[in-house]
């Protein structure tokens, strides 16, 4: 396990630290074309969290959240390939992209800094510093050899040229789109907010963000029309504040009009980025799976078994859901449930890929997992084929063509409402679907089964990856629409989600409760109320155990609530990943329960 913790560990020492041959001096003259943003919160928020971690401490995180992880994560589908195998098919690859120095670390390697990044940094101002991957290794901890890391590196200093004395021409991008930029991805057309005048395709331009800002109506917001004109003076919106929000150089990819006229493609391509790290969009799919080390724990933390029956309660994007199928040999069941029609079909279309054929998918909003009466367990709320009748599509008044097309559609399923057939109405709409293509609620077109909920006591271990905050998430450049009021919602919300999860899963069985967030009121908090409230859960010991201690105590917030957190004891038997530790992971947290006789 210390052999585990201490690679990551020079993996993070490396990555900060062989940059800093690079001088500043070669960054332009003004500071203002930077990478230094600060986080920004709500005040209240900010006061709870320097409570809870110290004003250095929360200083620390609130640094590291706006920075990319140094390293990517992949989970290898150990139902398709193994961990050399992807090895030397992500090598293969990476060498076509020109990448030909990318040290590959041994199980045996001694796991010091300058053993593991033996690709020179180079700030030469050309794409070829961005063709640099420091190295690729299998993860070191316990149980995880089929996780592969593929280090990058950062942050570097961007030489953004001299530009004759002229204002440099830039391209602003959206937050989300820029965090985005900041793992890797490339700037698509969508994401772009505004463009410096006369900007053609091949120019190079500089890329800078837009925050949200505090508005004088009390909230935040982005006060920026999309296709703005850039003219580099001080009366740009956001100038000042886009002081040390620059991301990287590139290269535009279409005219300024053309960004601003087509809805789809790449803007500018990346030639320069702050942080260097590789993009696995649309690689090696059914193979490998992008994933946060602490997701993949959590799945481990479960413990599955061949041949149970187990619940992922809000499982898209499915990565844990296929990880746990994964960890089971595809053998028993993985019963994944999510409220949204679309997300449904991207777990299904995961599991797909990765030829993982336990999974069953509903669309079922977890606060209604339960189902008491006798439509339950994993009853569709679907009609059956002999409820289904054929409509007389013409005497609707349908078009012969049209009637032609519905029924070369396979489109004479169509199930009765209330004992009636379709209305024309009904018919026509599903008309222009099939003329115009699925509408965004159901983009995929596929067809999702719909959950009355499942028994009591009908499985045998539950995950509930809780909706939460997300404030762990990193890179993270804004923080400031979460308040106390929201964050109590959150946990409000967490807890009669885990209230559904205590009913479904037996006696003898096992809950993982896990969230993406350091706020202790979704975390110790939730562990607190499980354990007070119910006399039959206690904490269980977690393999493998990689992240730190929970917190213990309490806090008292501005208005006079008191926040229970875990009792000393017990904050060794969850984990809490912190993203300013030497792990550089995401901002996370797992409790395990066991689960007792219920009749106590």
Not at 207 to 217: I, K, N
Not at 221 to 245: C, H, I, K, N, W
Not at 335 to 342: E, L
Not at 501 to 511: K, S, Y
Request: net charge neutral; hydrophobic share 35%.
């Amino acid at each position: 396990m210390q052999k585990g913790r201490d690679f990551i560990k020079a993996i993070r020492r490396s990555f900060f630290t062989l940059h800093s041959n690079t001088s500043i001096s070669q960054m332009d003259q003004s500071t203002r074309y930077r990478y230094s943003p600060t986080l920004k919160w709500n005040p209240m928020v900010e006061e709870y969290f320097i409570k809870v971690y110290g004003a250095d401490h929360f200083s620390r995180i609130s640094t590291a959240l706006t920075r990319p992880s140094c390293y990517s994560c992949i989970r290898v589908n150990t139902l398709k390939s193994t961990s050399d195998a992807i090895i030397e098919k992500l090598l293969e690859i990476f060498k076509e992209r020109g990448m030909h120095n990318v040290a590959v670390l041994e199980s045996s390697t001694t796991w010091e800094p300058d053993n593991c990044c033996k690709a020179t940094l180079k700030c030469t101002g050309s794409a070829e510093s961005l063709k640099t991957i420091k190295s690729i290794s299998k993860c070191q901890f316990p149980g995880l050899d089929y996780v592969v890391f593929v280090k990058g590196s950062g942050p570097h200093a961007i030489h953004y040229g001299d530009n004759e004395g002229k204002p440099l021409k830039e391209v602003i991008v959206s937050r989300k789109c820029a965090e985005a930029v900041l793992r890797g991805a490339q700037v698509y057309v969508p994401g772009v907010l505004a463009c410096s005048a006369h900007v053609e395709r091949g120019d190079a331009v500089a890329v800078s963000v837009a925050v949200e800002q505090y508005g004088p109506d009390g909230g935040w917001g982005v006060a920026m029309t999309r296709g703005t004109v850039l003219q580099g003076s001080q009366e740009d919106p956001y100038y000042f504040e886009r002081d040390g929000f620059y991301i990287g150089q590139a290269t535009a990819m279409m005219s300024r009009a053309g960004m601003f006229r087509v809805t789809e493609g790449v803007a500018v391509d990346m030639k320069e980025r702050v942080y260097r790290l590789p993009s696995f969009y649309n690689l090696l799919e059914g193979e490998i799976f992008l994933q946060n080390l602490p997701s993949i724990i959590t799945a481990h933390a479960l413990d599955p078994q061949p041949g149970e029956r187990i619940l992922d309660m809000c499982a898209a994007p499915g990565g844990k859901t296929t990880a746990i199928a994964s960890l089971m040999k595809d053998k028993g069941e993985v019963v994944a449930v999510d409220r949204s029609h679309n997300k449904v079909l991207g777990i299904q279309k995961l599991a797909a890929e990765m030829g993982l054929s336990c999974i069953t998918t509903y669309k079922l909003d977890a606060l209604k997992s339960v189902c008491h009466g006798a439509e339950s367990d994993s009853l569709p709320n679907t009609c059956s084929a002999e409820d289904a009748r054929t409509p007389d599509l013409l005497s609707t008044g349908i078009d012969g063509f049209d009637a032609k097309l519905l029924f070369e559609k396979n489109f004479n399923d169509l199930q009765l409402k209330d004992g009636q057939y379709p209305s024309k109405a009904e018919l026509r709409k599903r008309i222009r679907q099939l003329k115009n293509g699925p509408g965004r609620n159901h983009t995929a077109g596929g067809r999702v089964e719909k959950s009355k909920g499942f028994s009591p006591n009908s499985f045998d271990r539950v995950l509930l990856d809780a909706p939460c905050s997300a404030l762990g998430l990193r890179p993270r450049l804004f923080a400031g629409e979460d308040t106390i009021d929201s964050l109590r919602s959150n946990a409000k919300y967490q807890r009669r989600m885990f209230d559904q999860a205590v009913q479904l899963v037996r006696p003898g069985g096992v809950i993982v409760y896990s969230t993406c967030t350091i706020n202790p009121g979704e975390n110790e908090a939730l562990v607190r109320y499980a354990l007070d409230k119910y006399e039959f859960l206690s904490l269980a010991s977690q393999h493998p155990k990689i992240g730190g201690p929970g917190l213990t105590g309490s806090c008292e917030l501005s208005d006079g609530f008191v926040e229970e957190w875990l009792k000393p004891g017990e904050e060794n038997l969850v984990q809490r990943f912190d993203p300013s530790s030497d792990l550089d992971t995401i901002g996370f947290f797992i409790a395990k329960f066991s689960v007792g006789p219920k009749n106590i």
